[in-house]
């Protein structure tokens, strides 16, 4: 019953945001019947600067371009790629109040000091286990699953240089805080830097930082999702900011509780996380990003604490394989490690290795070890067509591939690119320790390996298709229902997202 009702609900949702962009648009233009609207062509236009010294090729809505000297100019090599917005020349007039649609977005300004604009990202999964998805013991996870995994509404007000954001979320992330992803006040009134004050979602990992929509598969890794949610993750009471150049990024936020009725130690925690990254190579056909990110949190109303993390894959919701107990006596958390990211030309290597360290007090009388839970991925990643994905120095990450608008009649196919990830989370620490009265003083949580391929399809800068393919094999978990003795599957998942 409650799988149907969310796949009532993510219906409802994708067909509520088409009518509210259609109706909206058209409401305004029946106010203003006399506004002429205008639609740019690439008619008479040449290519922009930035493709200067390049081989171009106008696709009637906007250009590639290659390197000179390729024989055939083609999606398969191009390198840089402009798609024209369709939107940006309608325009409508009320009286003071100017009414524009770039990229889609519905936008009001008034007096070209205050902006208020109105956007969506919305991300549907559709996936199950295939095979004997082996198992000793545990219930069986075997019938298709689907549910809108994000669906976020974004109001945004900009008065000069500060902007209010307020984001609400009908999707099924699979923790509590689920309605409120932002409710946020930014300043950016200095160069190249933000200050950020409200819940609000810090950046501290590589992959964090790239946000939901930019990821290359449908979940992040296993120990970047733990690592963010010590003192991170979505809609987490924050002040702090961050500052770019061409060369390095650098971001530090002082965090408190998460939105929601979170318990034990999340509940009124002090913690914070930081981010420094550089960028000491920079070719036409090579970037080289390395960095080191951090968190550490202090014990809110208890000194209870536990993990656990999914198949990187969020079909089955709270059904992890690996996890750990309730971890009692815990003072502090704190994780640290490097990243390190490397293109070459269409090729992308990422890596990052996190290790999370747990400081503990007494338990019942008696010493309880330090406890130390590694984990770390590394991913690559090829652009078969397509610009290739570039770095951004604002988020210090690599963006999505770019490719012309969907037009098989002309042979406009969008971007393709192909990914392949290796992850490892371990949740064992001490699982040997025992007290003289016979209890658990270590944590026999598991260990869990993801190896993950899969295709992400952009027929558009607003459409992302995906389709992945996760192998996992995870140690048995003493206190998981769901892997008693040690599980192996496999497992094919599939995204379709928009956003505007």
Same mark, same amino acid.
């Given at each position: 019953?409650?799988?149907d009702?969310?796949?009532?609900?993510?219906i409802f949702?994708?067909i509520l945001i088409?009518? %509210?962009? $259609?109706g /909206?648009?058209?409401?305004?233009?029946?106010a $203003?019947?006399?506004?002429n609207?205008?639609?740019?062509?690439?008619?008479?236009m040449?290519?922009p600067?930035?493709?200067?010294?390049?081989?171009t090729?106008?696709?009637?809505?906007?250009?590639y371009?290659c390197?000179?000297?390729?024989?055939?100019?083609s999606?398969w090599?191009t390198v840089k790629?402009?798609?024209i917005?369709?939107?940006?020349?309608?325009?409508?007039?009320i009286?003071?109040l100017a009414?524009?649609?770039?990229?889609?977005?519905?936008?009001?300004?008034?007096?070209?000091e205050?902006?208020?604009? /109105?956007?969506?990202?919305?991300q549907?999964?559709?996936?199950?286990?295939?095979?004997?998805?082996a198992?000793?013991r545990g219930?069986?996870?075997?019938?298709?699953r689907?549910?809108? #995994?994000?669906?976020?509404?974004?109001?945004?007000?900009?008065?000069?240089?500060?902007?209010? $954001?307020v984001?609400?979320?009908?999707?099924?992330?699979?923790?509590?805080?689920?309605?409120?992803?932002?409710?946020? !006040?930014?300043?950016?009134?200095?160069r190249h830097?933000s200050?950020d004050?409200?819940?609000l979602?810090?950046?501290?990992?590589?992959?964090?930082?790239?946000g939901?929509? !930019?990821m290359?598969?449908?979940?992040?890794?296993?120990?970047?999702? /733990?690592?963010?949610n010590?003192? %991170?993750a979505?809609a987490? &009471?924050?002040f702090?900011g961050?500052?770019?150049?061409?060369?390095?990024?650098?971001?530090?936020y002082?965090?408190?509780p998460?939105?929601?009725?979170?318990?034990?130690?999340?509940?009124?925690?002090?913690?914070?996380?930081? #981010?420094? %990254?550089? #960028?000491?190579?920079?070719?036409?056909?090579?970037?080289l990003?390395?960095?080191?990110?951090?968190?550490?949190?202090?014990?809110?109303?208890?000194?209870?604490?536990s993990?656990?993390?999914?198949?990187e894959?969020?079909i089955?919701?709270?059904r992890?394989?690996?996890?750990?107990?309730?971890?009692?006596?815990?003072?502090?958390?704190?994780?640290?490690?490097?990243?390190?990211?490397?293109?070459?030309?269409?090729?992308?290597?990422?890596s990052?290795?996190y290790s999370?360290?747990?400081h503990?007090?007494?338990v019942?009388?008696?010493?309880?070890?330090?406890l130390n839970f590694?984990?770390w991925?590394?991913?690559?990643?090829?652009?078969?067509f397509?610009?290739p994905?570039?770095?951004e120095?604002?988020?210090?990450?690599f963006?999505t591939p770019?490719g012309?608008?969907?037009?098989?009649?002309?042979?406009?196919?969008?971007? !393709?690119?192909w990914s392949?990830r290796?992850?490892?989370?371990?949740?064992?620490?001490?699982? $040997?320790?025992y007290?003289d009265s016979?209890k658990?003083?270590?944590?026999?949580?598991?260990?869990?390996?993801?190896?993950?391929?899969?295709?992400?399809?952009?027929?558009?800068?607003?459409?992302k298709?995906?389709?992945?393919?996760?192998?996992?094999?995870a140690s048995?978990a &003493?206190?998981?229902?769901y892997?008693? #003795?040690?599980?192996?599957?496999?497992?094919?998942?599939?995204? /379709?997202?928009?956003?505007?």
């Open positions: 019953m409650r799988q009702y969310y796949g009532y609900k993510s949702a994708f088409g009518t %509210a962009v $259609t /909206l648009s058209d409401s305004v233009r029946a $203003t019947p006399q506004t609207i205008v639609h740019s062509t690439v008619n008479g040449g290519p600067s930035s493709m200067d010294g390049l081989q090729v106008d696709t009637g809505q906007g250009w371009a390197e000179e000297g390729v024989k055939a100019c999606l090599n790629v402009v798609n917005d369709p939107y940006q020349d309608i325009k409508y007039q009286g003071k009414v524009t649609f770039p990229k889609g977005r519905p936008t009001f300004s008034l007096n070209d205050l902006v208020i604009s /109105l956007g969506g990202m919305f549907y999964d559709v996936g199950a286990f295939v095979g004997t998805n198992r000793d219930p069986s996870m075997d019938s298709i689907s549910h809108l #995994r994000r669906g976020r509404f974004i109001v945004s007000a900009k008065y000069k240089g500060f902007v209010v $954001t984001t609400p979320d009908l999707g099924t992330s699979g923790v509590q805080n689920d309605s409120l992803f932002e409710a946020s !006040l930014r300043y950016q009134g200095f830097t200050i004050i409200g819940l979602q810090p950046r501290v990992t590589m992959e964090d930082s790239e939901s929509n !930019l290359e598969f449908v979940e992040r890794p296993m120990v970047v999702d /733990l690592v963010r010590i003192a %991170a979505n987490r &009471l924050s702090g961050s500052h770019w150049e061409k060369r390095y990024i650098v971001a530090a002082v965090t408190g998460r939105y929601g009725p979170f318990q034990n130690f999340q509940r009124n925690q002090v913690g914070g996380v930081f #981010r420094l %990254a550089g #960028r000491p190579v920079i070719t036409k056909d090579i970037d990003h390395v960095g080191v990110s951090g968190s550490m949190a202090f014990h809110g109303d208890n000194r209870k604490y993990m656990n993390t999914g198949q894959a969020q089955w919701l709270q992890p394989y690996i996890k750990t107990s309730s971890i009692d006596g815990v003072d502090s958390i704190w994780s640290i490690g490097p990243q390190v990211a490397f293109r070459y030309k269409r090729v992308l290597f990422m990052e290795y999370i360290h747990m503990r007090s007494a019942n009388g008696e010493n309880a070890p330090n590694p984990g991925y590394v991913s690559a990643n090829y652009t078969l397509g610009q994905r570039i770095y120095a604002q988020r210090g990450v963006i770019i012309p608008t969907l037009n098989p009649a002309a042979g406009y196919w969008g971007a !393709l690119e392949s290796w992850s490892v989370m371990d949740l064992n620490s001490h699982k $040997t320790r007290s016979g658990l003083l270590g944590v026999h949580g598991g260990q869990q390996t993801v190896w993950s391929t899969g295709f992400n399809w952009y027929p558009s800068s607003q459409v298709v995906m389709l992945d393919y996760n192998h996992i094999q048995s &003493l206190k998981s229902d892997n008693p #003795r040690g599980r192996s599957s496999n497992l094919i998942i599939s995204r /379709l997202q928009y956003n505007f």
